[in-house]
């Protein structure tokens, strides 16, 4: 039996403790939050310890699952991993490429088993995908077009601490084109605009709808979209486009009836609202890989590694945008090695 910690009960963290719960070979044995009220509940609900610290939590744990507000992980990555603890850390792992770089650094050499939360990585559908691309079955992989939409705008309190689009978002596409080409994006351009929330662009510096396109050096092409609500829910598309075969992972919903009218021909039911419904397969299939990579001691399917090279490619998207122009990922890189 593998025991976790949960440090953070907020939104995600109550799914993780859900996911936890009814993983085989797992067991929540303690949860801390600074929030005592937020603690308290996911502590009376799965009947485990509720921690006085985040120490005491991890302690008690074999591996530490980190849900915490993004600029706590790094710090907790580097106090589970010194205590000698598998770790699993939400995405981003630091909105800053140098914490990121001085945490690998910290880490690196420990022994433990380090899993980022990139969890359509574990969607069947999008692993399908990517499972057919590694087989060869499109030929020679040409293009990859993602679509991520929000169903709808989350409050402006997160968005002012989020990170912005490319960082807080968009990571989770850049994550998913490098898990599906098999080779590094190195050029980047992205531009965005604010046309959910008009003064989002001049009170945050941020956007709420964006694209982007990557190249690598072999020519493989990504285009990425991104909008922060989208009316008729959460619109989660993955294409791969090559020489012999298209591949679609499409949306989902609770179930495939269809309906026709005299008003509808094809009309369904909605799609998921967001993900904890869409991706509930495959945040569970996450924690079960991670425990899995804990007892063979096997490399996770998401790296501390997937973390960084996701955060250097928001990085440049977040450069392209201001410089209008594309960035190599080398002008991130070599600015922080
Ligand atoms: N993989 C995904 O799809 C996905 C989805 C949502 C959020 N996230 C990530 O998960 C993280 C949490 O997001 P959220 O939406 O749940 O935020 P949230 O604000 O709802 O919850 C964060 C919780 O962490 C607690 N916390 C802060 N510092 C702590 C510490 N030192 N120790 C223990 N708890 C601490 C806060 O009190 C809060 O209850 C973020 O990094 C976010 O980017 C990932």
Same mark, same amino acid.
């Given at each position: ?40 509940? /996911? ?20 591996? /530490? ?7 706590? *992980? ?14 699993? %850390? ?12 001085? %945490? ?21 559908? *999008? ?211």
């Amino acid at each position: 039996m593998t025991k976790f910690a949960l440090l953070g009960c907020g939104r995600i963290g109550k799914m993780h403790a859900a996911t936890i719960s009814s993983a085989p070979g797992a067991e929540l044995v303690a949860v801390y939050d600074p929030v005592t009220d937020a603690a308290d509940a /996911v502590g009376r609900s799965f009947g485990c310890k509720v921690a006085k610290d985040a120490a005491e939590a991890i302690e008690m744990a074999d591996a /530490v699952l980190i849900a915490t507000s993004t600029p706590t *992980h790094a710090d907790l990555i580097e106090a589970a991993a010194n205590a000698g603890k598998a770790v699993f %850390c939400e995405k981003p792992i630091d909105l800053d490429l140098k914490r990121v770089v001085a %945490c690998r650094k910290a880490v690196s050499g420990l022994g433990v088993t380090i899993q980022i939360g990139f969890n359509r990585r574990f969607d069947p559908g *999008h692993r399908a995908l990517r499972d057919a691309v590694q087989r060869g079955e499109l030929g020679e992989l040409q293009q990859v077009v993602i679509t991520s939409r929000d169903p709808h705008i989350a409050p402006r309190a997160y968005l002012q601490v989020s990170g912005g689009i490319f960082r807080d978002m968009m990571i989770h596409d850049f994550d998913l084109a490098r898990f599906v080409l098999g080779e590094e994006p190195t050029a980047v351009f992205a531009t965005g605009s604010a046309l959910i929330e008009r003064d989002l662009e001049t009170e945050l510096g941020d956007v709420d709808s964006a694209m982007v396109i990557m190249r690598t050096d072999s020519g493989k092409l990504v285009h990425i979209n991104n909008s922060r609500a989208a009316s008729y829910g959460y619109d989660q598309r993955l294409e791969a486009f090559g020489s012999k075969a298209m591949l679609i992972s499409s949306n989902r919903s609770p179930n495939e009836l269809r309906k026709f009218d005299g008003q509808f021909t094809d009309a369904g039911v909605p799609y998921y609202d967001f993900f904890p419904s869409r991706y509930a397969e495959a945040f569970s299939n996450g924690i079960i890989s991670f425990i899995e990579s804990i007892k063979n001691g096997s490399k996770p399917d998401s790296t501390f590694d997937d973390g960084e090279k996701a955060l250097v490619l928001a990085d440049a998207a977040v450069l392209s945008k201001k410089l209008g122009r594309f960035v190599k990922t080398s002008e991130i890189t070599g600015a922080v090695s």
